[in-house]
């Protein structure tokens, strides 16, 4: 089996996560400032806890993994980086509490650490690729929106992404060891989307 194959396996679940509401909304420019700003500030938080992840899968790869695991791991550091300047120029607070779904997601994370390596990797693919195909949906975004849906679409992001997806398909598992943890992670995505869409900060 190869990774991509779990995006049909498990259909309902990825179009859940991957054209939600919040998504349709972000393309036609009915999202409210309020939902747009809490995702932001709960993403920032998430792609902390994902950058740390990361870094612990690195810390265990085999060596053909090694080189897209760091280059994604330092591209994570820059990409706090760019939250911080877009949230300073849009005053936007970051410094906000984790709302449940942010740590039931950090926690999977955690919980992915004690899984064997190719299936945690395949995750970190899911994960990456459930953004490739969200903001893909919201394209090409309304107005203040459109730096992000670029962000997620770019060339260079689906070729990491692709590069995810051949080294999760090049470390050997059981293709039935990552339905489970699949479901959870895509699961995780579409409760994030739905917390955002609330709008609380
Ligand atoms: C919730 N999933 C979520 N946030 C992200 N930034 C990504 C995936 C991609 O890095």
């Given at each position: ?31 409210p400032k309020s939902a747009f700003d809490t995702w932001l500030a709960q ?111 770019t060339p260079p992001f689906t070729a990491y992404v692709f590069e995810l ?37």
């Open positions: 089996m190869n990774v991509a194959d779990l995006l049909n396996r498990h259909e309902a679940s990825w179009v859940r996560a991957t054209r939600h509401p919040f998504l349709s909304a972000v393309r036609d420019g009915s999202l993403d920032y938080r998430f792609v902390g806890d994902l950058l740390r992840f990361q870094a612990r899968l690195l810390a265990r790869a085999p060596r053909s993994a090694q080189a897209v695991l760091a280059v994604g791991t330092a591209a994570l550091v820059d990409e706090l980086t760019w939250f911080e300047q877009y949230a300073q120029t849009r005053r936007i607070d970051l410094d906000v509490a984790p709302r449940p779904a942010t740590v039931a997601y950090g926690r999977l994370l955690e919980r992915l650490d004690d899984a064997e390596f190719p299936v945690a990797l395949a995750m970190l693919w899911t994960v990456e690729r459930t953004y490739l195909d969200a903001w893909s949906f919201a394209a090409p975004g309304a107005g203040v929106y459109q730096d992000f849906v670029a962000h997620w679409t997806e051949k080294a999760a398909d090049g470390t050997a598992t059981g293709g039935a060891k990552l339905d489970a943890p699949f479901v959870e992670v895509v699961e995780a995505e579409a409760q994030f989307w739905d917390m955002a869409h609330q709008g609380q900060l």
